[in-house]
């Protein structure tokens, strides 16, 4: 549902299919995601369903902007996103329902992360966490762990560094 294509710090880009040929959610993406304190642009594209936010990479380490953001997604896509709920699709874990369950039991037991669910079937993945937890440089690194060994090409402390996450 959503991909996020570009990062550096205080700079994302991402791709939302349900923004594409659909200006309504456009107007309401950036409705919703200019009232987020830490948000200083919301552009977004009908035509390529891009949506680029401008933000204070500082304000990614703070709990109250990663729900606020979450609650602003969530008026939108609330069968997706909510404070300390995110549902996701990823395509290397559809039809893997070995890889599906390892990652499960390594994520389960880190704190911060309330509970995961992988439907190997789909690839869908619904994850419950913490937020003030997941905004810490220490949940990064305990979550970076148990993945690279399972998916190497997953590099969760460069993706954390270009959001601005790192300290």
């Not at 190997?120 to 003030?132: I, N, R, V």
Request: charge should be positive.
């Amino acid at each position: 549902m959503i991909k996020i294509v570009h990062l550096m710090p205080g700079r994302m880009r991402l791709k939302l299919q349900a923004l594409k040929g659909r200006p309504e959610i456009a107007t309401q993406l950036h409705s919703h995601l200019t009232e987020v304190a830490g948000i200083s642009r919301v552009d977004t594209n009908t035509l390529t369903g891009s949506l680029l936010l401008l933000y204070e990479p500082r304000a990614l380490r703070s709990p109250d902007f990663l729900v606020s953001f979450s609650s602003a997604l969530g008026k939108l896509f609330p069968d997706h996103i909510a404070p300390g709920r995110l549902r996701f699709s990823v395509k290397r874990l559809k039809g893997r329902p070995e890889l599906a369950r390892r990652i499960e039991e390594r994520l389960s037991p880190i704190v911060g992360i309330e509970q995961v669910e992988i439907d190997p079937a789909t690839g869908e993945c619904c994850l419950l966490y913490d937020s003030h937890a997941v905004t810490s440089p220490e949940f990064i690194d305990a979550l970076s762990h148990p993945l690279a060994s399972l998916m190497p090409q997953l590099n969760l402390k460069e993706i954390a560094s270009r959001l601005g996450l790192r300290r």
